[in-house]
C-alpha cells in the first residue's frame, strides 16, 4: 500500500487566453472610439489536463515550444489562475520560473538576498544562517555592495537561484533552471538538485534536456497543444516525444 499523500491535483484544467486583434496606442484612438470594443482572439493554452503527483516523486514535464507546459507550470504556481477546473497544492512551493523577477535593481546584492528571501518565505534569522552559504554559491562576495542594477544577467540569476535553493518548501516548481550560469555553475545547480532529492522534495520540473529528464525524473509528462499527451515511465515518454518531434501534427 502506497502510503505517500498526493500533494498536487490538477482536476480538468483549461487555460484560455484573450488577445486583443489591434491595439490602441494612442491617445487619439482612445478618444475618437473610447467605447468601441477591441475585438478578441481566444488562444486555447491548456484543454482538460489532469493529473496528481504524489510526495517525493520528481515528475518531468516535456514538450513542444507552445505545449503548454510552461503555462501549466505557471499554473501551479499560482502565477495564472484555470479558466476551468481546478489545481490543489497541499504545502509550500518555490517557483524556479523567471530567476531574479523579485529583485530590486536599486538595492544591493546583500540587501536583494533578504529580501527576496523574505518574498521567499524565509525569516531574517535563517538568512543569516545561510548567509555565507548563499553568497558563495552564487560567486558573487566581491559584488555584495553593489547595486543589482549593475550585475550581469548571469550574476542576477546564480543569485536567485542560490535563495531560492535555501528556501524550505515541500515542492519545487522548476523552468529550465540547469541553463543558469557557465559550465562550472550547472555542476553546482545540479549537485544542489541531488540535495533536494535526497530530502524528499517535491519537483515539478520542465525541460528540453533529456539527459536530465532521464537521471532526475521518476516520471514524464508530454505536453502537445494544450493536452496531456502521454504520462508514465520516462523512457517511454522520451520515445514518445522524438517520435512526435518527428511528425508534423498539424
Same mark, same amino acid.
Not at 484612438?29 to 493554452?45: C, E, G, L, V, Y
Not at 522548476?174 to 538538485?193: I, N, R
Given at each position: ?8 491535483? $490538477? ?12 491595439? @490602441?496606442? *494612442?491617445?487619439?484612438? +482612445? !478618444? &475618437? ?17 489532469? !493529473? ?5 516523486? !520528481? ?15 505557471? &499554473? ?7 479558466? *476551468? ?15 531574479? $523577477?523579485? !529583485? ?23 538568512? +543569516? ?21 549593475? %550585475?550581469?544577467?548571469?550574476?542576477? &540569476? ?18 529550465? $533552471? ?20 535526497? *530530502? ?13 529528464? @532521464?537521471? %532526475? ?5 508530454? &505536453?502537445?497543444?494544450?493536452?496531456? %499527451? %502521454?504520462?508514465?515511465? $520516462? ?16
Amino acid at each position: 500500500m502506497d502510503e505517500k499523500k498526493t500533494i498536487i491535483e $490538477v482536476d480538468h484544467v483549461s487555460k484560455v487566453f484573450e488577445i486583443p486583434k489591434e491595439k @490602441r496606442n *494612442s491617445v487619439k484612438s +482612445w !478618444f &475618437m472610439n473610447p467605447f468601441r470594443k477591441i475585438q478578441k482572439d481566444k488562444f486555447n493554452a491548456l484543454n482538460d489536463v489532469s !493529473f496528481k503527483v504524489k510526495e517525493g516523486e !520528481f515528475v518531468g514535464i516535456i514538450g513542444r515550444n507552445g505545449s503548454g507546459k510552461s503555462t501549466l507550470l505557471k &499554473m501551479l504556481a499560482q502565477i495564472y489562475e484555470p479558466t *476551468s477546473g481546478k489545481i490543489i497544492v497541499r504545502g509550500d512551493s518555490v517557483p524556479f520560473l523567471e530567476l531574479g $523577477v523579485g !529583485f530590486n535593481p536599486e538595492l544591493t546584492g546583500r540587501e536583494n538576498i533578504f529580501l527576496n528571501g523574505t518574498i521567499l518565505g524565509m525569516s531574517k534569522k535563517y538568512l +543569516w544562517s545561510k548567509f555565507d552559504e548563499i553568497v558563495e554559491f552564487a560567486e558573487i562576495r566581491d559584488f555584495l555592495d553593489l547595486q543589482v542594477k549593475n %550585475y550581469s544577467s548571469g550574476m542576477v &540569476m546564480r543569485l536567485a537561484f542560490a535563495v531560492a535553493t535555501q528556501a524550505r518548501a515541500d515542492i519545487f516548481l522548476m523552468d529550465e $533552471v540547469f541553463s543558469v550560469g557557465d559550465g562550472a555553475f550547472q555542476k553546482k545547480s545540479l549537485a544542489k538538485m541531488e540535495e533536494l532529492l535526497k *530530502s524528499g522534495v517535491t519537483v515539478v520540473f520542465v525541460s528540453h534536456g533529456m539527459d536530465n529528464i @532521464r537521471k %532526475y525524473c521518476t516520471r514524464l509528462l508530454v &505536453m502537445e497543444k494544450g493536452c496531456k %499527451y %502521454y504520462d508514465g515511465d $520516462v523512457e517511454q515518454g522520451i520515445d514518445l516525444y522524438s517520435k512526435l518531434l518527428s511528425v508534423d501534427l498539424t
